[in-house]
């Protein structure tokens, strides 16, 4: 048969070709990936800068003059960049400094460290600050009470910047902490060795080798850190009001508080924050590229093997002790207690008599309590899960690819750190609102909304692990014929593990906290956790509300020490 | 065959293309729909009365138990109520759980602060999806609702018995939240404690008074009611001045009951009376009794909605909650709307916020109760 002319049939042959090639599982994943990447992030921007630039009578800059004019903006600016810089700069020394003492040294008490690390991060961020204002309050800190014959009354001022520092450094130092254990667990001993060999000391090791191959690291928990401090509103309103330190956050505070909310001056703030990030993204990626310089995963075996402390050993045991009291037991200490009395008081003899489980029985009784474990278990799993998924997918387009452009993949990832969770709630509503897709309504929203906030933390965690590996082993694979997808998930996944697997935990675990976007989106069966946490505490029943948090905390910690025994078997191992 | 200009460069080539078809397929995506965030129609009351509205105007008219018997059997067929609400879950959990016992009716509950009720509202009454049939939530976020135009008329012999200042167009008042000064009586003896308004700006609460970070309605309605007593608006100004002096300002009123019978403070301004009550009910040191009068009272209340998609139950859900509901209401510590028999307030002035001006003039008040409350912190030599 002669029917199709030459032309066609060649033109059908390339375009065939063409699809071929498109077709590969390669263009197939990075093309979905990008586009939920983009998807994810672009939804709730669009509707951000739209209601920042514009109004009813088109294009504006009002919001800036009503975010940026209070008389009081430079206080505020001053506060809060005292407050982010000096919790980022808090969390990053103890986070680094427990990582590196438990992956890289024989420090004893190794048990007590993920106690440490992850504690903090589960108890919801009120919950923690109020067991502090009880532990350090002037007025009635036991703290106080406890060194007052010692030192006098009032000695710990919680409601000052630095006690908004301590509170908000302490609760943020396990992302620092999750990071930095990926980057020093996939880091090659012989250099340091090497330098030991040379006669440097273990401190200069540690300064001029060790510091320096984390350094992309380093920076993403930097950029996250001030990013997040610079947003947080709990720290502040419940430690600074009260002596009046105001920060810029409580300037969103006042203006989504409004109806109509000034979407305009949020949106200003927001787009503030958004500017310092980008910046924070490019130049951490600059850092990240220079070179092989961070490769430390590469094709020569290698066994990360601890460093014996020597005389320091017991040192050090007793820092982490300390460091434990003071952050984990303390606080968990204060919940305890309070779970278990009827009303908060200061311990004495008529306190512990009238202690009870009647708080923890009441928690039995809420009705949703079930559905809402249920619901955040399968939230928190689900968006870990794929977020990190995709983000394994991101930052191999990010760091490893050279398609032009893929700098945006890492911009838009990082784009739902800066928007404030109601305006994702109400970008997100309005979106799926509109949808064919019956979304609204259904779980599946809150998951969008989990995997859009939670991106931008995913890619760090997984753009920091993808710099440590070499590109030699991917080129190893597929000299030897592996393809691109059996090169990912044989050879870079298992590699990425650490990482992989950290962010996955932060996730699951912030994810059970997660409340300004859930409120507005969920519906009646889909309640989550942190829902039931905001009704206890608009009920007035703090006592039921400190139960709350001992119950989550027990459950996290499980499921956290179930991830690291399962993920243990996969990647590095130690030994 | 020729396909070089296709492929492009080595390996960047087809993944390139794919990159920048799918940023494309994302612009593509976000882009239509025009602007979120600008006032859209509003798709679900345009035209003439609803089918909802058209049940309400005929029942409206209707008293006593015909009404009852119009509403039971069209509500029990419907089956279901879907209820937005910014009620505590303790109180919402019996509402619910003796209306379900009475009727036939499932009751779904979305509950959340009043800001969210009435974004969630607003929000889907612009998409045009019935999400809720029946509102209850706080006056001001009321008014915002009837001005959005989305709430119908509802009236009847118990709404008639609600005080004037809990009718509203769109809206009834159900239950009362009162203002009213507390204190730890660990620390402040029944002599010391204030007795009017004007006593927390005593120097002597200097450093041991609290102050709630958003209740400028409190602020707004203290400061009319003062106008109103013949002061000066420089009199109240140097009044709220001596409060905010040294205060110590604490977002929530949760927290603020919490640290109230911690001993953090030894006066809390503006807390609500229920949380201290159910304070004190556990045996915590605090109070609130007698009364710093004028109490000042927050209606809450409920509205029905133009686009309900069960309106007998809507209907009968309102009737209820102004009629078995208010007894209820009482037992779970609240204050109701309807007064009726032995009203334990009897001998108390209360004053309800003025919610027209609220809503009005709402963000000048906010602007200024923040410039009150941030003038705390301006404490010289003490």
Same mark, same amino acid.
């Given at each position: 048969?002669?029917t199709?002319?030459p ?5 059908r ?6 699809l071929?090639?498109?077709?590969t599982p ?39 003059a ?10 505020m ?22 990582a ?44 106080n009470?406890?060194?007052e ?30 990071l ?10 012989s ?20 510091m320096?191959?984390?350094?992309p ?42 109806y ?13 924050l ?6 924070? +993204? ?24 601890p460093m014996?402390?020597g ?8 820092v ?66 794929? +977020?990190?998924?995709?983000?394994a ?10 398609i ?10 990082f ?15 309005f ?45 190893s ?10 090169t990912f ?7 990425l593990?650490p990482?992989l ?7 699951? +675990? ?7 976007s859930?409120?507005l ?8 956790l ?46 | ?11 960047g ?47 409206n008219g ?6 009852r018997?119009k ?60 999400g ?12 915002d609702?009837n001005?959005?135009?989305?709430l ?29 000064p ?18 927390l700006?005593?120097? #002597?609460?200097?450093?041991?008074l ?30 709220f ?9 604490? #977002? ?13 403070f ?14 004190k ?27 309900? #998609?069960?309106?007998?139950a ?14 209820l209401l ?8 309807i ?6 307030? #009897? ?5 309800p ?8 003039n ?18 010289d030599?003490?």
């Amino acid at each position: 048969m002669t029917t199709a002319s030459p032309a066609v049939s060649a033109r059908r042959g390339a375009t065939l070709g063409w699809l071929r090639r498109l077709g590969t599982p390669k263009v197939i994943i990075i093309v979905v990936v990008a586009g939920l990447i983009g998807y994810l992030a672009l939804v709730p921007l669009y509707y951000l800068i739209w209601g920042t630039f514009f109004d009813a009578d088109g294009f504006t800059l009002g919001g800036f003059a009503r975010a940026y004019g209070d008389p009081r903006v430079g206080d505020m600016i001053g506060n809060s960049l005292w407050f982010a810089v000096g919790s980022a700069v808090l969390s990053l020394v103890v986070g680094t400094a427990l990582a590196y003492l438990n992956v890289r040294t024989d420090v004893p008490f190794k048990g007590l460290f993920f106690a440490a690390s992850i504690i903090p991060l589960i108890i919801p961020g009120i919950l923690y600050t109020i067991a502090w204002i009880f532990l350090a309050s002037p007025d009635i800190g036991l703290l106080n009470k406890a060194i007052e014959p010692i030192l006098g009354p009032g000695f710990f001022d919680i409601f000052t910047v630095w006690g908004m520092v301590w509170v908000e450094g302490l609760h943020l130092s396990p992302i620092v902490f999750l990071l930095m254990v990926a980057a020093f667990r996939s880091m090659d001993p012989s250099l340091e060795e090497s330098a030991l060999m040379s006669g440097a000391s273990r401190w200069q090791v540690f300064r001029r080798v060790t510091m320096p191959l984390t350094r992309p690291a380093i920076v993403a928990a930097v950029l996250v850190m001030v990013v997040r401090s610079l947003e947080s509103f709990e720290v502040p309103a419940l430690l600074g009001l009260q002596n009046g330190i105001y920060v810029f956050t409580s300037r969103i505070y006042f203006v989504l508080r409004s109806y109509p909310p000034d979407l305009a001056a949020a949106g200003a703030l927001a787009v503030g924050l958004l500017v310092l990030a980008l910046i924070g +993204v490019t130049i951490s990626n600059l850092v990240g590229r220079s070179g092989k310089t961070y490769q430390t995963v590469t094709g020569k075996g290698f066994r990360p093997r601890p460093m014996e402390l020597g005389k320091w050993r017991p040192v050090m045991g007793g820092v982490i002790v300390l460091y434990f009291f003071l952050t984990v037991v303390g606080p968990l200490f204060v919940l305890l207690y309070t779970s278990l009395l009827k009303f908060y008081q200061a311990p004495s003899a008529e306190a512990f008599a009238s202690m009870s489980l009647d708080n923890y029985r009441q928690l039995f009784d809420i009705s949703d309590a079930m559905t809402a474990l249920k619901n955040s278990l399968a939230l928190g799993l689900g968006s870990a899960t794929l +977020v990190m998924i995709l983000m394994a997918v991101g930052a191999w387009i990010v760091v490893r690819s050279r398609i032009p452009g893929r700098q945006l993949v890492d911009h838009f990832s990082f784009v739902p750190l800066v928007i404030p969770g109601l305006v994702l709630g109400l970008a997100l509503s309005f979106v799926y609102l509109r949808s064919p897709v019956p979304i609204y309504g259904t779980i599946f929203i809150l998951l969008i909304a989990y995997c859009t906030r939670y991106m931008p933390y995913g890619m760090r965690y997984a753009v920091t692990s993808m710099h440590q590996i070499s590109a030699e082993l991917e080129e190893s694979a597929q000299v030897s014929g592996a393809s691109w997808w059996q090169t990912f998930r044989r050879v870079l996944l298992p590699l990425l593990s650490p990482g992989l697997l950290a962010g996955w935990i932060y996730i699951l +675990v912030v994810s059970f906290r997660e409340l300004s976007s859930s409120i507005l989106l969920y519906s009646p069966g889909n309640e989550v956790l942190s829902i039931l946490i905001f009704e206890q505490y608009e009920n007035g029943q703090f006592t039921v509300l400190a139960a709350l948090g001992v119950v989550m905390v027990l459950t996290l910690a499980v499921l956290v020490i179930i991830a690291y025994k399962l993920g243990a078997k996969v990647g590095l191992r130690q030994d | 065959m020729n396909t070089a200009p296709l492929s492009g460069r080595r390996g960047g080539g087809p993944a390139k293309r794919a990159l920048v078809s799918g940023s494309a397929l994302v612009l593509l995506l976000s882009g239509c729909g025009g602007s979120p965030t600008a006032t859209a129609p509003q798709a679900a009351t345009g035209g003439g009365p609803s089918a909802a509205e058209k049940l309400y105007t005929e029942v409206n008219g209707m008293n006593g138990q015909q009404r009852r018997d119009k509403l039971v059997p069209l509500a029990e067929k419907e089956g279901a109520l879907d209820l937005y609400t910014s009620m505590t879950s303790d109180v919402a959990d019996a509402v619910l759980k003796a209306f379900e016992d009475q009727f036939n009716v499932t009751v779904n509950l979305y509950r959340a602060g009043s800001e969210t009720v009435l974004q969630r509202v607003v929000q889907e009454q612009k998409a045009g999806y019935q999400g809720n049939d029946v509102v209850e939530t706080n006056a001001t976020e009321l008014f915002d609702l009837n001005t959005e135009g989305v709430l119908a008329n509802y009236d009847g012999e118990r709404r008639r018995m609600v005080p004037e200042a809990g009718r509203q167009q769109g809206w009834t008042a159900t239950r009362m939240n009162l203002f009213a000064p507390s204190w730890n009586t660990g620390l402040v003896t029944p002599e010391q404690a204030p007795k009017t308004w004007e006593d927390l700006a005593d120097p #002597k609460w200097d450093g041991k008074l609290a102050m709630e970070l958003s209740d400028s309605d409190w602020y707004l309605t203290l400061y009319k009611y003062w106008e109103k007593q013949g002061k000066t608006g420089e009199e109240i100004d140097k009044l709220f001045d001596g409060m905010a002096r040294g205060a110590k300002i604490v #977002k929530g009123h949760t927290v603020q009951g919490q640290l109230l019978s911690a001993g953090q403070f030894s006066v809390a301004a503006s807390n609500y009376s229920y949380i201290v009550q159910q304070a004190k009910a556990k045996g915590a040191p605090v109070d609130y009794l007698p009364f710093v009068q004028p109490v000042i009272a927050r209606p809450n209340g409920i509205g029905l909605m133009k686009t309900a #998609k069960h309106p007998a139950a809507a209907m009968l859900f309102a009737d209820w909650m102004l009629q078995e509901g208010q007894a209820l209401l009482a037992k779970q510590g609240l204050t109701p709307a309807i007064v009726e028999g032995d009203d334990p307030l #009897k001998d108390v002035e209360i004053i309800p916020i003025d919610v027209e001006e609220l809503t009005k003039n709402g963000d000048e008040w906010n602007k200024r109760y923040d410039q009150v409350i941030s003038n705390g912190e301006q404490v010289d030599g003490n």
